[in-house]
């Protein structure tokens, strides 16, 4: 099967907002890109439909929601059907123990039957995709043999695509930073799936922190999702975009930055603090040299109009 989602960025809380997003998708036109995790009660119940905000130019852009209620979920994925969302993504992935005490995120893996409740609820609410998130397991429910079943139920309930991070979840004992870390990766139990499911798009996620890395999964899958790395160390993922998609225009480190300066103007004049934008550029000069120098002057950098000002006038490295 052909794939749409070659390449992608992870949700990411505190990450993937609006600013971030846009910022990206000068460095890379073709990925998918993921809000951060929001949740259904915050849209259904909480009216919280700013959240719900992006700029045009960040299509194709999916919402990820988190809940595990399929009337609510499949309310909050109208919203962002309506507000104009290419695809809704299901959070049955995240193990922090305030997504576990709401009962949604990587805890859900456990109810594979209320997963695909909720994906056929959200299908049937949506012509856009429904798709899902998820780990390997949770627990002791980390077979393989879970983890097959598990992605069966989905797909019967209409799933089509399924994006695995490549670790299992441990629900207690461990943050959700020790979760990215400890659980060893398992690609080959991605392969495996990938080859059990051909008529499903599998992509996969974690650890892929070089361009070689990434390009040698897809051999085995339909995509690969960059998390950390991508927000890091952003021109990774210029650089596979270019890799991929024969791009040969990817912008420079300092054409993005400048780039970048009218949405930050336009925001500002909108209301938006300054560094809720220029935090997201601090690892633009990662492993280069000046990226010191960079991160010292964004982090010193002043609010408002006299930051702005400090933004114009900075020459950043030529790298």
């Keep these: 099967m052909s794939s749409k989602h070659i390449l992608s960025v992870a949700p990411m809380m505190e990450r993937t907002d609006r600013h971030c997003r846009y910022f990206l998708r000068l460095l890379s036109p073709n990925s998918w ?17 700013h959240l719900l905000k992006f700029h045009p130019d960040e299509h194709p852009v999916a919402l990820q929601l988190g809940g595990s209620e399929p009337e609510k979920l499949s309310r909050a994925a109208l919203l962002g059907a309506v507000a104009g969302y ?29 997963v695909a409740d909720c994906v056929s609820a959200m299908i049937e609410a949506v012509e856009i995709p429904i798709t899902v998130k998820t780990r390997l397991g949770i627990d002791d ?48 139990r991605v392969h495996r799936l990938k080859s059990d499911f051909s008529s499903l798009e599998i992509i996969l996620n974690g650890g ?21 790395q991508a927000y890091q160390n952003p021109c990774l993922l210029g650089e596979l975009d270019s890799k ?29 603090p300054l560094k809720v934008m220029t935090r997201h550029l601090l690892g633009l000069y990662a492993g280069r040299p000046g990226g010191r120098a960079w991160r010292r002057f964004l982090g010193e950098l002043p609010g408002g109009e006299e930051g702005f ?6 020459d950043p490295p030529s790298v």
């Design 33 to 49: 890109l993921y809000t951060e995790m929001i949740t259904a009660s915050a849209l259904v119940d909480g009216r919280r439909l």
């Design 309 to 314: 000002a400090a933004l114009q006038r900075f």
């Design 141 to 188: 429910l980390d077979s393989y043999e879970f983890l097959h079943r598990f992605v069966g139920s989905i797909s019967d309930a209409g799933c089509r695509t399924v994006v695995i991070h490549a670790r299992k979840a441990i629900l207690s004992g461990l943050s959700p930073k020790k979760n990215r870390q400890v659980p060893p990766l398992d690609y080959e």
């Design 244 to 272: 991929l998609f024969g791009c040969t225009s990817m912008l420079t480190r300092e054409h993005a930055f400048r780039c970048f300066l009218p949405y930050i103007r336009e925001e500002l004049n909108r209301g938006t």
């Design 208 to 228: 892929l922190d070089s361009e070689e890395k990434a390009v040698m999964q897809l051999d085995f899958v339909d995509g690969v999702m960059l998390g950390r």
């Design 86 to 114: 290419d695809e809704i993504n299901l959070n049955v992935g995240c193990p922090s123990e305030r997504v576990q005490s709401g009962c949604f995120g990587a805890a859900l893996m456990s109810e594979p039957e209320k």
